[in-house]
């Protein structure tokens, strides 16, 4: 017999807890693109869990090396002492990285990457003399993560309120405009001009207080904000022109999620910084990452006493060697499968298009899409309580697990998905969005 479970101990995130534990969604079983709740319904996974399972649930051979790799070696500090699978790892993953970021600082999570890059860029900053760059840029609506720099930089208010004082840090605002922009194909043509606020903002501090600028080149968790095109370029010169160094937080973009290894190759936009977790292990198991330009590692590098420790940063479980075996594997099957440029194929436009063909249904405000990430705006309802939460439950009824934000729903499958999933999806969605009121 199958054993009860109590619900009561486990304090979930991000979640409400006493609605969630009155009316539990529980899966305990996922394979391929689909997820299935405790009472054997299939769901199907339109957002590769959170963003995260790129090559498809249950990946038979990247569990394999992980039991592999435990009966090699199960773990070693990573202070003082190496392994080969990190190094081969790190060597592997700079193969899809940008050109010249060849330098990888492994985290357990995507909120560890950007801790540990905003401490780069401050230690970069400082190695290179500029000891008075400490301030840091974000963005409203940006997600970084839950830990203290990340919220700092980040722009969801319910994230960043109650927490005291954050750290030094100011916002450019986000990029999201359904006046002008409402449904889009692929990047909005107007709204470059919102560069522009970061010369404005450098220039309200004084350039010689600026360090670092972070951005989400698609902002995934504050709606799926896409960048205006010439946008992420003008951001690029801007921080060259003021000696401050550019942060991608690619945690979501990364690993094909917009047919590009990374949005930075995609958008053809080289930052200094990448920050990566989530799909650089297919979200088997915890790993994040810190690309970095050769030049950042060897002005913090070489600015250090001989022999010394050159970066007071780590964690117990940088470059795990079992992560590294699932990363290795995941690599292996994004490299054999080609899954990292399907969002620029055929599929991509299948994806695309269906998305687009709900335009018309009276609820839906806005359609947005790039490569395998989608998000579909319903009209904020009169009451003013957000109506995303309500759909995906009523998604999660009809078969089709997806992400709410406020009245967006994001989509973000598996990049293993078939036309035949987007139709199932489309269609999922449509008879959700004909139910709901427009206004
Ligand atoms: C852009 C971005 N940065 C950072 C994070 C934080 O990653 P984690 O939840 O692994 O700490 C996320 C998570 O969704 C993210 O979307």
New binding site residues.
Partial sequence: MKKKVSYDAFWMPFTANRDFKANPRIINRAEGMYCYSDNGTQLLDATAG???VNAGHARQEIGEAMARQVAELDYSSPFNFGHDIGFEFAERLVEFTPTGLNKVFFT???????ESALKIALAYQRAKGNTTKFKLIGREL??????FG?LSVGGLTPNRTGFGPLLPADHLSHTLDVERNAFSKGLPEHGVEKAEQLEQLIQFHGAESVAAVIV?PI???GGVILPPKGYLKRLREICDRHDVVLIF?????GWGRLGSPFAAQEFEVTPDLI?S??GITSGVV?L?AVFAKDEIYETVVNSAAEGSVEFYHGYTYSGHPVACAAGLATMDIYQREGLLERGRGEIGQYFADGLHSLKGIQSIVDIRNYGLIGAVQFAAPADGKPIGFDILKRCYDKGLLVRSMGNTIALSPPLIIEKSHVDQIIDTLAAVAKDIPAK
């Fill in positions: 959170l963003w995260c357990n999570s995507g909120s560890e990457a950007v940006a997600y970084h993560g839950v830990n990340g989400e902002s995934g968790a937080d690619e945690v979501i973009t920050t977790a989530k915890p994040g």
